[in-house]
């Protein structure tokens, strides 16, 4: 399997051969930048791309499922304005999602928090700011962030999250180092809506149904108009197949909270 610690493995190896070589036969400075590049490359792409377990494993489905369920998802709220209109939904279709929140978009919104438990849905830290930069934070600010947001749900609540989402799916050493000193689990996904992007309603829709299959965990954002219209769709599709949403613990028969 491609990891962050086979690849620096190989890497390692590959610069002793070079440095052999070199002092042997003399070997172009080119064959050095090609080594880099390569390594670089690949842990830029390990680093984007949550499916690799690249820096440390997340759950992104659960392919062993028996039932016919799938889990909708949805980051970066809760938003005052749609993510009531998602619970709405969710209500009327009789499914059940789960909310990675931000933190900074908890706070004066606990009746909201309230109303997503209450209504049977689940909860998840995604960050206290969701920083642009949130990547090239220290495992201490990583870990200030992720507490900060457990707090302000524990304040809430009295539970402590167990699920982190990476903000922009985006995982290194420093995130390995924080989830693992606070016992979060990483959960990913296997269907990106890009509800976020100018793409139109229908293209959004076709990517998340035309392989969904059971297992499946779908990622979408409670922050806009677009992600409403789509999701009522959604909905719809999912009743025609047969495929019942749940909370993506129940999906993964984890711990959502301590
Ligand atoms: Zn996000």
Known sequence: MLTFVSIKRFFLIALIVLLVGDW???IPTFYYWILIGIFLTLTVLGSFLIQWNFHFKSHNS???IVENQIALTFDDGPHPEYTPQVLQLLKQFNAKATFFCIGKHMEGHSGLIKRILTEGHTIGNHTYSHSRV?????AKKVIAELQKT???FAK???KQIQMYRPAFGVTNPNIKKSIKAMGLQSIGWSIRSLDTTPLSDDTILHRTTHKLAKGDILLFHDTSPKTIIVLERLLLILQEKNLQSVTVDQLLNIKAYA
């Open 134 to 138: 949130f990547g090239f934070f220290g």
């Open 62 to 64: 659960n392919p062993s």
């Open 150 to 152: 457990n707090g302000i």
């Open 24 to 26: 042997m036969y003399n």
């Open 156 to 158: 809430i609540t009295g």
